[in-house]
Every structure is written in C-alpha cells, then in structure tokens.
C-alpha cells in the first residue's frame, strides 16, 4: 500500500520520489511540507495548467498521504483507495459535464452514473 501512495504522488505532482534539488528530497516529505502550508497548487502537476478541480486533488493527495502512514495497520485498505479514487473520478466527470453545459440546456441536473467491478483477489494462473 505504501508504494501505491507514492505512484499517486507521482501522478499528482510529475515529480521523481527522490529529487535532491527540493526543500525535503523525498515525495512524501515534499508533498507533506506543501500540504501543511496549505499550498496544494505548488504540489500539481503544471502541465495540468489549473484544469483541475482543487477539491479533487486534495482528495487523491489524502488519499496518497494515508497509503504512506508509517503504521501499516493504519494505512487503507485498497478497497477503501478504490472507493477514494472512484470518489475523485466522479467529481472530476461531474465537473467537466458541468463545463461543457451550454446555456441553453435547461435542465441543471445533471445525473452521473458510473459502473465500476474491481477484483480484488488475483486470479489462478
């Protein structure tokens, strides 16, 4: 689990786990130092150029930082990533569809349906 946290801070930020040019060399640290200025635009990808629901990323870099907790029976379960990471998916569709609305339409809701299977247990070989 704690290697799934990093590969998410990797896709979050564009960065190496380890970049020796950094405040904290190391993702997780870098990552956290950010967090706890309240600075989560820093930590994005730039490449992203802001088209990015702010309380999105706040949700996927949550759900990195309790992968990576120091206690492994404190980390989440990968269920619980999956229902995280739906969660962040969602939010980002529904706020795309939002942006593509005319207005014309006048219907304002909006319903967004999303079918998802996960196996969880790996198959026989």
């Known amino acids: 689990m704690f290697s799934f946290g990093v590969v998410l801070l990797e896709l979050v930020t564009n960065q190496p786990v380890i970049d020796m040019k950094r405040e904290k060399s ?7 130092l950010m967090l706890s ?5 820093s930590i994005v990808d730039p490449k992203l150029q802001g088209d990015f629901d702010p309380n999105t990323i706040w ?3 949550e759900t990195a930082m309790t992968c990576l907790n ?3 029976s404190r980390r989440p379960t990968m269920t619980q990533v999956v229902m995280d990471l739906k969660e962040c998916l969602n939010m980002e ?3 795309n569809m939002g942006s593509r609305m005319t207005d014309s339409t006048n219907d304002s809701s ?4 999303m079918n998802f299977t996960t196996e969880l247990n790996p198959g026989a070989r």
């Open 26 to 32: 190391h993702i997780a640290e870098w990552v956290g």
């Open 37 to 41: 200025r309240g600075d989560i635009n």
């Open 59 to 61: 949700k996927v870099v």
């Open 70 to 72: 120091p206690s492994s």
């Open 93 to 95: 569709m529904a706020r």
């Open 110 to 113: 909006i319903e967004l349906s």
